[in-house]
Structure formats: structure tokens, C-alpha cells
T-cell receptor, first 116, second 117 residues
């Protein structure tokens, strides 16, 4: 069982909808990440939070809005998405951001998003 | 800029046969290297990692990888494959992001492993 929990597992939304993806970890990790993975492609980094502050935004369109209410929770708010945004969205956490060797990433199972 | 190349998109092996998945990296400094596995519908699980020391590293599920600096390679091996090993395998390099003051992962495109019973 994964120690990073993502909800929902599947989400179908229209282009005018507003929805949120949620991620939770209780490992005491202080860094949390959002990745986007298209079919048959590697994960692509979207956002990194370190100690609840946004440290990396990979030039992600503003229709994706991350939020880190506390060190255990990470949300991704979605608004006015396009069909090409359909993908698997993976959340990950690590003890610290930046010490990728000593604190490797733990991934959740992802949310499969379909935009119609 | 860092990059990771996995030359094989898809590999098929028979159960019980040995396995080698290839990974080549490009990075200016000493690299942090990783292998992750992703089963269908799942997230990524860390198999093993390397930074320094013994160039042959052992991981979970009976996997090992060998770092060869002269070839810029970090190939993953398993002596006897099980049907449950069928999955997507990603090689990754940890590269320093000066703007963020942190290391982040860059993944290869992955190799899909199919296992014939």
C-alpha cells in the first residue's frame, strides 16, 4: 500500500468545471510534488512545495492552481481545463526538497483525469 | 542540461530469463541515479539509487544496477524475471536546479517490460 494517498482515483470533468485533486501523506515529509504523466510518457514535474511554500513552478498554465494548506496536504485546483490536460496526475512527497538522494520521492497512485 | 536516454521502448522476456534494461545519462557533475518501476494504474516505486561508492547497487525485488562512468550508463539487471515484474521502468537523474536551490528528478522515457509465462 502506498503511503501517499490521492483522491479521487478517477475524475471526468467538462472544460467549464472547477474541480480539485487532493493528496495526503503522514510520513512527516516536508516536501510535496505534483507531476503530470501522459500515456506512454514519463512523469513531468509541475510544482514543488517545500515547507508549505511553493519553490518550483514549471511554467504551468494558470488553469492549474496548487495549494499546500499544511505539510501533510497538497491540493491541485483545476479550472477551465482543455482536453489535452487529460492525464495521470501524480503526487509525491519526500523528507526534504533538494536532497533527492537521501530523501527519495514516495509517489501516490495518481488521479486519472479526463477532460471532455 | 541533464538528460536520460532509455534506448529500448519495449522488451519482452520469458519468465525465468535474465533481464537487462539500458539507461544512459548526460550530466555535467557526478550524477544521482535512480530506477523506478510503475505497474499499470499505479504510482512509481523506487527500485534502487546510486551516488557514490560501490558501482554495483542492490535494490528491492532482486534488482541490481551497475554504474559505469566511462559509458555514462546505469543499466538495470535481474537474473531471473518473474511474471509480476511486467511493468514500466523509468531511469532518472537527479540534477541541481540553481533557481530553486534543490535537486529534482529528470526521467527517461521508460521501457515497458512484458513477461511471457
Amino acid at each position: 500500500d502506498t503511503e501517499v494517498t490521492q483522491t479521487p482515483k478517477h475524475l471526468v470533468m467538462g472544460m467549464t468545471n472547477k474541480k480539485s485533486l487532493k493528496c495526503e501523506q503522514h510520513m512527516g515529509h516536508r516536501a510535496m510534488y505534483w507531476y503530470k504523466q501522459k500515456a506512454k510518457k514519463p512523469p513531468e514535474l509541475m510544482f514543488v512545495y517545500s515547507y508549505e511554500k511553493l519553490s518550483i513552478n514549471e511554467s504551468v498554465p494558470s488553469r492549474f492552481s496548487p495549494e499546500c494548506p499544511n505539510s501533510s496536504l497538497l491540493n491541485l485546483h483545476l479550472h477551465a481545463l482543455q482536453p489535452e490536460d487529460s492525464a495521470l496526475y501524480l503526487c509525491a512527497s519526500s523528507q526534504e526538497s533538494g536532497t533527492v538522494y537521501n530523501s527519495p520521492l514516495h509517489f501516490g497512485n495518481g488521479t486519472r483525469l479526463t477532460v471532455t | 542540461a541533464q538528460s536520460v536516454t532509455q534506448p529500448d521502448i519495449h522488451i519482452t522476456v520469458s519468465e525465468g530469463a535474465s533481464l537487462e534494461l539500458r539507461c544512459n545519462y548526460s550530466y555535467g557533475a557526478t550524477p544521482y541515479l535512480f530506477w523506478y518501476v510503475q505497474s499499470p494504474g499505479q504510482g512509481l516505486q523506487l527500485l534502487l539509487k546510486y551516488f557514490s561508492g560501490d558501482t554495483l547497487v542492490q535494490g528491492i525485488k532482486g534488482f541490481e544496477a551497475e554504474f559505469k562512468r566511462s559509458q555514462s550508463s546505469f543499466n538495470l539487471r535481474k537474473p531471473s524475471v518473474h511474471w509480476s515484474d511486467a511493468a514500466e521502468y523509468f531511469c532518472a537523474v537527479g540534477a541541481f536546479r540553481s533557481g530553486a536551490g534543490s535537486y529534482q528528478l529528470t526521467f527517461g522515457k521508460g521501457t515497458k517490460l512484458s513477461v511471457i509465462p
